[in-house]
């Protein structure tokens, strides 16, 4: 089962990947946790990658696209894997598509997880935090009994400064302009699924499951 996972930020992608992976037994391949890991390795790549990183600069799409071939060349990528964050455009889809057929392992689904951006803005800027114990709230979607104070400490709620609406629209934008033509690019392929991502996890889950089992039977 190879799968590409397709959203926007806040549309539950992490959260459907945690699931596949306990059901399907398949890694999932998150660009930033293989960079992290090859940086702290000090693998040929990953210092080639961090000579970027020290600059502020993009890592660029060569050396991303060599530590996601070295990572689905591993072992427990032999049954499949959930590629989530990667690609971001249609020229990442496109060389990603040359070194999967390379490896003869291309992708059968790309998966978007649809939520209307009235309710992505909610699930994002209604986030809090507590300062005390991490506990995660959204004043929307799950609010803690008392306004500011969390439930199971005591301690002080806040924002981060990434869940504010100014910044969550700006991520929103660079989606849309980068991210979203990947939903045409799948779609001409032939393999692209969509699923509603409002509403219960586990009946969202449900649907997503079908869905993969029909398309790669």
């Keep these: 089962m190879r799968i590409v996972l397709l959203g926007a930020p806040g549309a539950g992608k992490g959260t459907?990947?945690?699931k596949l992976i306990e059901k399907y037994g398949?890694?999932?391949?998150?660009t930033g946790d293989i960079l992290r890991k090859a940086v702290a390795d000090g693998?040929?790549?990953?210092?080639?990658?961090k000579s970027y990183m020290d600059k502020g600069e993009l890592v660029p799409d060569s050396v991303?696209?060599?530590?996601?071939?070295e990572r689905l060349a591993q072992d427990d990528c032999k049954k499949g894997f959930i590629l989530d964050g990667f690609p971001r455009n249609t020229a990442q889809a496109e060389t990603l598509d040359g070194v999967l057929a390379e490896m003869?392992?291309?992708?059968q689904v790309a998966l978007s997880v649809d939520v209307d951006l009235d309710i992505l803005m909610k699930r994002l800027t209604g986030r809090r935090t507590c300062r005390g114990c991490g506990q995660m709230y959204n004043i929307y979607f799950g609010p803690p009994r008392k306004e500011g104070v969390c439930d199971k400490c005591g301690g002080e709620l806040y924002q981060r400064d990434d869940d504010r609406?100014?910044?969550i629209r700006k991520r929103l934008e660079v989606y849309e302009a980068q991210?979203?033509?990947?939903?045409?690019?799948?779609?001409g392929k032939g393999i692209l699924k969509r699923v509603n991502g409002e509403g219960d996890i586990n009946k969202i889950f449900e649907e997503v499951c079908r869905i993969l089992d029909e398309a790669t039977q």
Excluded: F, N, R
Aim: aromatic share 6%; proline share 11%; no cysteine.
């Design 64 to 69: 991303v696209i060599g530590l996601v071939k």
């Design 179 to 187: 991210t979203a033509p990947l939903i045409d690019y799948y779609q």
């Design 43 to 49: 693998t040929p790549l990953g210092k080639e990658a």
């Design 26 to 30: 398949i890694p999932q391949i998150s």
């Design 16 to 18: 459907q990947a945690k």
């Design 165 to 167: 609406e100014e910044t």
């Design 104 to 107: 003869g392992m291309p992708l």
